[in-house]
């Protein structure tokens, strides 16, 4: 970046200090900016972990679907921080240096100290480049209020107290709404933080979802009532401790499937040139009424990247468009028994992970999904709708990139018949009991109704996108500071005919139809959209349940340091 002067004795706010925060001060500090002030405000007691990688959201047992080659630069590789750890911190999570390498996961808990140690790294490096650093911990911030006028931002503090700024980025990460947990016995609106889950129990367990969400509630609740083994020949065996137990767990998964297996993976995906470029986006808008097509993208950033990698798979799918390739791809899913598919797949991801060899349309389908989020905001009303229902759903199979150990204890789960997998379809719904537990109601396979009723229910779907309604900001929402999300539909007559079934498209003033989508609107930089459509210069948000309309499929550290990027740029004027 080529600093100028304009954040020159600026004051900029940071609302909370996990991963999204940490790569945010990295961004500014890199900037080399003088005369900086930074407060980060993070309601919690630990810097860099947020939520996935702390208390909150694991316990010792969870681990994280990436390693160490695959996450962006930071202050030390994951590699060079593990030589520093204590020894009783390496035998508590049974981590032996002789056998560590960059491609091997870590628990999550231990990732947390590692993102930690790079976020007091940054403070340091901050201090030394004349950015004065204040740090908040136990600090919430409740409402926002603009102030156009004076060219600030006002934050309101849970202490009642009130700041102003010069700008905020809001990096809140990971958010999950409680709707009846606590008042309804036995229901849990998700799994974090997992110590809740610590339960012993004489009782099939519903369990919605049946992927990483889904997998942190099993890994959790498996240890408190059995033991893993592992026999002779290597098999990891599960035994529950009270034989008796009338305990076991009941997966609930769209059509039945299970997500996949993680594989090896050769580089970040930032090591790649798979983002589409301001110019190029332009350039296509401009070719296409204002929209970036959905098949183009598809095209670009999928089909001809695959064919300079894998040539023979390539050669299979050449011919067919996106709804082709899915339906390909999905019915041999759809074919094979659920746990059949999953051993097959973890035996290829072995192999893959031992060879150091990627199954590249997997690793490109990853890509794609990184890809598709900064042009996604271009898409049309219909394009966004046919991702939805069409290839979103692939890729969260996909990508989900299961830990070999998580599915070493799936398998043994299920082998041991403490694990059962139930195929449910969109219509089915989960109905809460006055006195506790719940009913499920779905229709089987052969299309016969089910009511299923449970004394305990996890609702294990992954981190929801929040609507517009429920973002937490009402300073925001009441001066019209920002604006729902939503996609304009390229054919009116489309709109027209669905208007009747879906009550999320509406009528612009303009008298295009749009359909609205999750959360609030933002432009390429992560700066807010006011209900005017005029841009804001003061706020910023990459806390992805309130983006999730124009950034559909990605979170993670790439897309922390993809959007930290775009922010800073845009903070200089670069933009």
Not at 44 to 52: C, D, I, K, R, V
């Amino acid at each position: 970046m080529n600093s100028n002067v304009t954040l020159e004795n600026k004051q900029i706010a940071i609302i909370g200090g996990g991963p999204s925060g940490l790569f945010m001060l990295k961004k500014l500090i890199d900037a080399g900016l003088p005369d900086l002030t930074v407060h980060i405000f993070e309601k919690g007691n630990q810097l860099g972990a947020g939520m996935p990688y702390s208390l909150q959201g694991a316990n010792d047992e969870h681990v994280t679907n990436v390693s160490g080659n695959e996450i962006p630069h930071l202050e030390q590789t994951v590699g060079e921080w593990i030589k520093t750890v204590h020894p009783d911190t390496l035998a508590r999570f049974h981590i032996q240096l002789d056998h560590f390498h960059e491609y091997r996961v870590l628990p999550r808990l231990l990732f947390g100290q590692y993102l930690s140690e790079q976020f007091h790294r940054l403070e340091k490096r901050a201090a030394k480049s004349g950015i004065l650093l204040e740090i908040s911990f136990g600090c919430e911030v409740v409402d926002i209020l603009d102030k156009p006028a004076e060219g600030k931002i006002a934050l309101e503090l849970a202490s009642g107290k009130n700041i102003e700024y010069d700008h905020v980025v809001l990096c809140t990460g990971h958010l999950w709404p409680k709707h009846y947990e606590g008042k309804v016995a036995g229901y849990f609106d998700s799994p974090y933080p997992p110590a809740k889950l610590k339960l012993v129990l004489d009782h099939p367990v519903a369990i919605r979802g049946a992927s990483l969400t889904a997998i942190d509630a099993m890994r959790t609740l498996a240890r408190q009532h059995g033991d893993y083994e592992r026999s002779s020949d290597g098999l990891l065996t599960y035994r529950l401790k009270n034989s008796s137990s009338k305990f076991r767990m009941v997966l609930h998964s769209r059509e039945g499937l299970l997500p996949g297996v993680r594989f090896h993976l050769e580089e970040s995906i930032l090591g790649r040139d798979s983002l589409f470029d301001a110019n190029e986006i332009k350039t296509i808008r401009a070719a296409h009424e204002g929209f970036v097509p959905l098949d183009l993208v598809f095209e670009e950033k999928f089909k001809k990247p695959l064919a300079a990698h894998d040539p023979e798979f390539y050669a299979q799918i050449a011919e067919l468009e996106m709804e082709a390739f899915v339906d390909r791809v999905m019915q041999l899913r759809e074919r094979l028994d659920a746990f059949q598919l999953f051993r097959a797949e973890y035996k290829e991801a072995a192999q893959s992970i031992k060879r150091r060899q990627s199954v590249y349309w997997k690793e490109l389908l990853c890509g794609l999904s990184y890809t598709l989020n900064y042009p996604a905001k271009y898409f049309s009303a219909e394009d966004m709708l046919r991702f939805k229902q069409k290839l979103m759903p692939l890729i969260s199979l996909v990508i989900a990139f299961v830990p070999q150990s998580s599915a070493e204890e799936l398998l043994a789960l299920y082998d041991s018949d403490i694990l059962e997998l139930v195929a449910v379809g969109a219509d089915s719904e989960v109905v809460p009991l006055k006195d506790g537990g719940i009913v499920y109601h779905y229709s089987d396979e052969n299309r016969q109704d089910k009511m299923i009723e449970y004394q305990t229910f996890i609702d294990c779907i992954g981190q929801p996108h929040l609507s517009f309604e429920a973002i937490p900001y009402l300073g925001l929402k009441e001066k019209g500071t920002i604006a729902p999300a939503k996609l304009q539909f390229r054919a009116k007559e489309t709109a027209k005919e669905m208007m009747d079934e879906n009550q999320d498209i509406e009528i612009g003033q303009d008298s295009n139809y749009y359909l609205k989508v999750p959360g609030l609107a933002i432009n390429d930089y992560f700066q807010v959209v006011d209900r005017y459509l005029a841009l804001n210069p003061r706020i910023y948000v990459m806390a992805v349940p309130f983006i999730g309309g124009y950034n559909p499929d990605y979170s993670g550290l790439d897309f922390c340091e993809t959007a930290a990027t775009k922010i800073a740029q845009s903070l200089m004027g670069e933009n």
